[in-house]
T-cell receptor
């Protein structure tokens, strides 16, 4: 399975932008890059995902390198609520049902983001 | 907008007792639904998934079962709980674009 590597922790000040990096040098041509975040004692929360082009949604932006070997999750204005562990994972295309081993979400250690007021 | 509900939020059950966890989704039709279990500090293990009413795929041999009696209802059950069934159970649905959206989870403790 293609793996991802992320920094263990990052700090940000409230209302400042945050750039969370993720390396995935062994990504395959069909892998989608997904980001989830999780607070203690809560379920994971979907953030964003993409394949090749940069993606924007109401939560964040995803910048994907041209060679797709790395990506960056961008929170434009961090809030205290954004403090969480952020996970970057690679998943099969959405045309493939997430059954079997494709259904497992194998999170690495992720990046623990702290936001200071 | 779509929302996903799970209940109960927490549950303490004795060994050998039955289990029923319910998950409902609003704001979408014919979603792919999933039951996961998350061990502390680890990733999510897929237990069951369903692509439609009455269609259940089991991924892990265990004493749990799942049912989908309605389009937007997914139920996780057991006739007799084991100590090893303790964990954090999460229901999720998947959007057409591939993102998965999780419910708030049920923390089950089997004593």
């Amino acid at each position: 399975d293609a793996k991802t590597t992320q920094p263990n922790s990052m700090e940000s000040n409230e209302e400042e932008p945050v750039h969370l990096p993720c390396n995935h040098s062994t990504i395959s041509g069909t892998d989608y890059i997904h980001w989830y975040r999780q607070l203690p004692s809560q379920g994971p929360e979907y953030v964003i995902h993409g394949l090749t082009s940069n993606v924007n949604n109401r939560m964040a932006s995803l910048a994907i390198a041209e060679d797709r070997k790395s990506s960056t999750l961008i929170l434009h204005r961090a809030t205290l609520r954004d403090a969480a562990v952020y996970y970057c994972i690679l998943r099969d295309p959405p045309s493939i049902n997430y059954g079997g081993s494709q259904g497992n979400l194998i999170f690495g250690k992720g990046t623990k983001l702290s936001v200071k007021p | 907008s779509q929302t996903i509900h799970q209940w109960p939020a927490t549950l303490v059950q004795p060994v050998g007792s039955p289990l029923s966890l319910e998950c409902t989704v609003e704001g979408t039709s014919n979603p792919n639904l999933y039951w996961y279990r998350q061990a502390a500090g680890r990733g999510l293990q897929l237990l069951f998934y369903s692509v439609g009413i009455g269609q259940i795929s089991s991924e892990v041999p265990q004493n749990l079962s799942a049912s989908r009696p309605q389009d937007r209802q997914f139920i996780l059950s057991s006739k007799k709980l084991l100590l090893s069934d303790s964990g954090f159970y999460l229901c999720a649905w998947r959007s057409v674009s591939g993102g998965q959206f999780f419910g708030p989870g049920t923390r089950l403790t089997v004593l």
